[in-house]
């Protein structure tokens, strides 16, 4: 079975200083991996995709994630933080024998990211 | 322009009264989905449907309906809407590539209050 787990439901950083939000995930195929963003009142906009193809992926807005499969983790860094990152964050699984299932997304319960001045 | 549109945006509805809120995609994917977002539970889903007139129920489907009569369109229907249904609603849609590992495209959100 397949499942998410964000480890942060609350992260605070300051302007400037690095973003770590952490994702574990369990799945017993070969996954894709996805970081979406919701900020406040708006729809998800996708930020990065890991599809088993170089394990750093580079996504959006400066972010970067790193698929590290010994430790089943899809961790999301930014070197610094602006203000406009300030929004809800998702890490979601997919099976790629959902094409066959159906039930092909599983989502993290999301970590919101709070920028100080 | 790729997108997922849903109408209404937003709607305030009274116990009962029945509704669909309309979702729309002009990509011709296959795949398209409901779900619903609540605090501290992240986005639960609700249908999918996988092609025209192949729909499945996802983890929350109590009080809902879905019907796929085209591909681009995948309606959500509340027949006696009640107020654990007050929510934030997202259509999704996407296309299978090859070992189904394209990402899911999001509309705008319908957020729905039932009174």
């Known amino acids: 079975a397949q499942s998410v787990t964000q480890l942060d439901s609350h992260v605070s950083v300051s302007e400037g200083t690095p973003v770590l939000l952490r994702c574990n995930y369990s799945s017993s195929y070969s996954p894709s991996l996805f970081w979406y963003v919701q900020h406040p009142n708006k729809g998800l906009q996708l930020l990065l995709k890991?599809?088993?193809?170089?394990?750093l992926v580079k996504g959006i807005n400066g972010f970067e994630a790193e698929f590290k499969k010994s430790e089943t983790s899809f961790h999301l860094t930014k070197p610094s933080a602006h203000m406009s990152d300030a929004a809800e964050y998702f890490c979601v699984v997919s099976d790629p024998r959902g094409r066959y299932t159906g039930n092909q997304f599983y989502f993290g319960t999301g970590t919101s990211l709070t920028v100080i001045p | 322009e790729a997108q997922v549109t849903q109408n209404p945006r937003y709607l305030i509805t009274v116990t009962g009264k029945k509704l669909t809120v309309t979702c729309s995609q002009n990509?011709?994917?296959?795949?398209m989905s409901w779900y619903r977002q609540d605090p501290g539970l992240g986005l639960r889903q609700i249908y999918y449907?996988?092609?025209?007139?192949?729909?499945d129920k996802g983890d929350v489907p109590e009080g809902y309906k879905v019907s796929r009569k085209e591909k681009r369109n995948f309606p959500l229907i509340l027949e006696s809407p009640s107020p654990n249904q007050t929510s934030l609603y997202f259509c999704a849609s996407s296309s299978y590539l090859a070992g189904g590992r394209n990402e899911q495209f999001f509309g705008p959100g319908t957020r729905l209050t039932v009174l």
């Open positions: 990509m011709n994917h296959e795949y």
């Open positions: 449907s996988m092609n025209v007139e192949v729909t």
């Open positions: 890991y599809t088993s193809a170089a394990t």
